[in-house]
């Protein structure tokens, strides 16, 4: 198994910025396509973006605001997020997908604990 740890979530004003990392162990990390999804107070887990095979994929909702990227000799994941909207506010969990295309939470058998994003206007 794969075990997940994300950090770098904070509070940060509307048009700030962070970066999330998500750190891996327990399998070759770079052997598997990995992605960011985010769940708000009283709302489904989403998602945000995932690193695939050939690229990477995002949310409408994100798109031209937030980076994923990766370091495989670091085994870690991360999401560089600007611009950010206090509608980002949420906690965000990175995952490690198996199936599919990568933007459903069923691709995932992998998930971290997550890390609060909050924005505040």
């Known amino acids: 198994q794969v075990q997940l740890l994300e950090f770098g979530g904070g509070l940060v004003q509307a048009g700030g910025f962070l970066r999330l990392s998500c750190a891996a162990s327990?399998?070759?990390?770079?052997?598997?396509?990995m992605g960011w999804f985010r769940q708000a107070p009283g709302k489904e887990r989403e998602f945000v973006a995932a690193?695939?095979?050939?690229?990477?994929r995002y949310a409408d909702s994100v798109k031209g605001r937030f980076t994923i990227s990766r370091e495989n000799s670091k085994n870690t994941l991360y999401l560089q997020m600007n611009s950010l909207k206090p509608e980002d506010t949420a906690v965000y969990y990175c995952?490690?997908?198996?199936?599919?295309?990568?933007?459903?939470?069923?691709?995932?058998?992998?998930w971290g604990q997550g890390t609060q994003v909050t924005v505040s206007s």
């Open positions: 995952g490690a997908c198996v199936q599919g295309s990568c933007d459903t939470q069923n691709d995932y058998d992998e």
């Open positions: 690193f695939v095979w050939i690229g990477s």
């Open positions: 327990g399998r070759t990390f770079g052997r598997y396509r």
